[in-house]
């Protein structure tokens, strides 16, 4: 059967039924694929796959992989290299079936196994945070995909990608690694940056820092992504080097876990700044002499 053609109507299975493989699940469904097992062992899997895909048969892995014509990956990174060779073991995977995985750090690389049986590679990674709340369904409207895929697959991929309401992001294989550390830089220190902010606000007497972080945070956002490093502000980019100093002396009184972050994030910020004309050479000195200090007085542990 033509590729092209199977795209139209397929009939799916879900490998790790868990926060993301049961959103991806479901926004399939609403392009009018045919979900046909999934797999998923723990409680919260169970829960999502109840919540997401109703009355979808939970099954072991290998049953998944022989009832579909697309099977997706949602497995964790590390699972995804075991699992794929484990069912190529068992000659599980058959020619001309498509084989996508959600996973941002691999490429095709981790499907050989898969290949080596005739299956088609996909790699769909959603640029999306999901929580395992109802909402997370509701994010994938417009979410960008990094896709990777072979060039006669390429049609295939941007399909899928489309019909879960989002938009393909063509990577190469061999950017793959940069692209995730890219996306994790911004996510996920993205988060513990607000959590580290809002922990310090709650110390400094704050009760909802929510309420100060919001609109800060969303602007900071807005303009960075807009004005990139054009939109630094604060006492680094001015080069208020005292500022910076009396910072240091106060976490290192109310908060000392939070002096290495900061002096390593201030450093950042400054050869950023630095390099985008905001500061001169004499402010840049000044700032990083104070951010040695910091570093070399016991911070970093």
């Known amino acids: ?21 049961s959103v991806l699940g479901a926004a399939l469904a609403r392009a009018g694929h ?26 072991p892995a290998d049953e998944v992989v022989v ?19 484990g069912l190529a073991e068992t000659d599980t995977w058959r020619p001309g079936q498509l084989v996508a995985h959600v996973s941002g750090a691999h490429g095709l690389g981790v499907l050989d196994p898969a290949i080596r049986h005739g299956a088609l590679p996909l790699a769909l990674h959603p ?24 060039e006669q697959l390429r049609p295939v991929a941007e399909a899928l990608v ?22 994790a830089v911004g996510a996920n220190h993205l988060v513990t940056l607000v959590a580290e902010s809002a922990d310090l606000l709650r110390r400094a ?18 303009n960075a992504l807009r ?19 009396a910072h240091l002396a106060t976490l290192r009184r109310y908060a000392p ?10 450093r950042l910020t400054a050869d950023r700044a630095l390099a985008a004309g905001r500061l001169d050479a004499g402010q840049a000195e000044a700032l990083l002499g104070v951010l040695a200090d910091g570093r070399s007085d016991g911070a970093w542990t």
């Open 227 to 245: 004005s990139g490093d054009a939109a630094l502000t604060g006492p680094v980019a001015r080069g208020d080097a005292g500022t910076v100093e």
């Open 257 to 266: 876990e939070s002096v290495p972050g900061y002096v390593a994030l201030a």
């Open 162 to 183: 489309v019909e879960m309401g989002g938009e393909p992001v063509w990577i190469t294989e061999e950017a793959r690694p940069l692209y995730h550390a890219a996306l």
């Open 127 to 150: 640029v999306m945070t999901f929580t395992g709340r109802p909402e997370d369904a509701d994010r994938m409207a417009g979410v960008s995909f990094g896709v990777t895929a072979p």
């Open 205 to 222: 007497g704050v009760e909802r820092p929510a309420l100060l972080l919001g609109p800060l945070l969303g602007a900071a956002l807005d």
């Open 34 to 59: 045919h979900i046909v097992a999934a797999s998923g062992v723990s409680r919260a899997s169970l829960a999502l796959a109840e919540r997401h895909l109703p009355g979808v048969p939970l099954l």
């Open 67 to 85: 009832r579909a014509e697309l099977v997706v990956l949602a497995v964790p990174d590390d699972a995804l290299a075991t699992l794929v060779a």
């Open 1 to 21: 059967m033509d590729t092209s053609e199977r795209a139209g109507r397929l009939t799916v299975g879900v490998l790790g039924a868990g926060r993301v493989g």
